[in-house]
């Protein structure tokens, strides 16, 4: 269970290089809110970022967006890498 009690970013899983097998991955659990506030899932914190949460009871608690790109610039950390809920 992730308890989400400020607002902001549950994850921010870094990887520089597509061979490098990290990543983070949450699998089935919960996430909720003890405080007023909401929280995305994560941000791209290198191009290659990779975070999964899978099977996952998502709460209200996480905005309805899900994930951002943080510091975006010149699509250097694009949305299309995989930060995936199922």
Not at 17 to 41: Q, R
Not at 52 to 71: C, E, H, Q, T
Not at 77 to 84: A, C, E, F, N, V
Request: with cysteine.
């Amino acid at each position: 269970m992730l308890n989400v009690t400020s607002l902001g970013c549950i994850t921010a899983q870094a990887r520089n290089v597509s061979s490098d097998p990290s990543g983070f991955v949450f699998e089935g659990g919960s996430v909720i809110g003890s405080g007023n506030e909401d929280s995305l899932l994560g941000r791209g914190y290198r191009h290659c970022s990779r975070v999964i949460f899978y099977k996952m009871n998502l709460s209200s608690v996480v905005r309805p967006v899900g994930w951002d790109a943080w510091n975006a610039k010149d699509d250097v950390y694009d949305l299309s890498i995989p930060l995936t809920s199922y």
